[in-house]
């Protein structure tokens, strides 16, 4: 699996969502970067550019091959975990599978229901338009359109720079074939039904037509430690959208999560 590594510190495991790639989710690098301790892991899941699909056929076999894959580079080291949609799925799978090891876990607009069908979604809405931004989309502008909920110049270059590189380079072939068995057979908070006690991160958006905010909610009860949030003028790209308040919501995060590890010692 290909991965990408920046800075030193405690572990901190990044997975991206479907159809596109870790660049996605390195927008969020220079305040991480800022707040230093961190050895921030992107990793690009199969099916992308990166990382070939393989035998992969299914979530449950992703989550699979992210754990094969912590367990190549961290060993048994503690580290946080973050996912971002379908990478919050996988990364709660993740942190319940190996909760032992697991510091704190975070999700940005994540996958709390897998079947679309049976999500509590939000009408898609959109607060602003700005056709001449659109337009300095170009081929993309379509793409940035689906997920915008205010278009600017500013929204239009960051889609460009962290979304649209992964959305044309994946395989959609291998994505086909994950999404014929997307769901897993039981879901993490099920299957591991103790209640989720370290410092935990659920980051919703209010416009977000794509996975919505109001099942994530259902699962607060798992997590006693969660700080959990839902920002409007934000859609499915939360973290692109409202990056100086979902940046700030992580640095708290981390920083609960070094509190807590001291607190129960150095693990």
Do not use: C
């Not at 550019?49 to 449950?60: E, F, K, L």
């Amino acid at each position: 699996m290909h991965a990408v590594e920046r800075g030193a510190g405690t572990p901190l495991v990044m997975i991206h969502g479907f159809g596109v790639d870790h660049r996605i989710l390195t927008s969020l690098d220079p305040a991480l970067g800022a707040l230093g301790g961190w050895r921030r892991v992107y990793l690009d899941l199969p099916g992308t550019a990166g990382t070939p699909i393989g035998d992969v056929a299914s979530t449950s076999d992703i989550a699979d091959a992210v754990e094969h894959e912590i367990d190549k580079l961290l060993g048994d080291e503690p580290f946080a975990i973050l996912g971002n949609s379908f990478g919050a799925m996988v990364a709660r799978k993740v942190a319940h599978d190996l909760r032992p090891q697991v510091l704190g876990l975070a999700t940005l607009a994540g996958v709390f229901v897998a079947q679309q069908r049976l999500r509590t979604l939000p009408s898609r809405t959109v607060l602003h338009e700005d056709p001449v931004a659109v337009r300095g989309a170009g081929a993309a502008a379509l793409d940035y359109v689906e997920v915008a909920v205010e278009q600017h110049p500013e929204g239009v270059r960051t889609f460009l720079e962290h979304v649209h590189p992964g959305l044309t380079s994946v395989d959609r072939s291998a994505l086909a074939r994950i999404e014929q068995q997307y769901a897993f057979d039981v879901e993490p908070e099920d299957a591991s039904p103790e209640p989720f006690m370290m410092p935990v991160l659920i980051v919703t958006a209010r416009q977000d037509h794509v996975v919505g905010f109001e099942d994530a909610s259902n699962r607060l009860e798992h997590y006693p430690r969660a700080t959990f949030v839902i920002l409007d003028a934000a859609g499915h790209n939360v973290h692109l959208d409202r990056p100086v308040v979902v940046e700030a919501l992580i640095v708290d995060w981390l920083q609960r999560v070094r509190a807590s590890r001291r607190t129960l010692g150095d693990r």
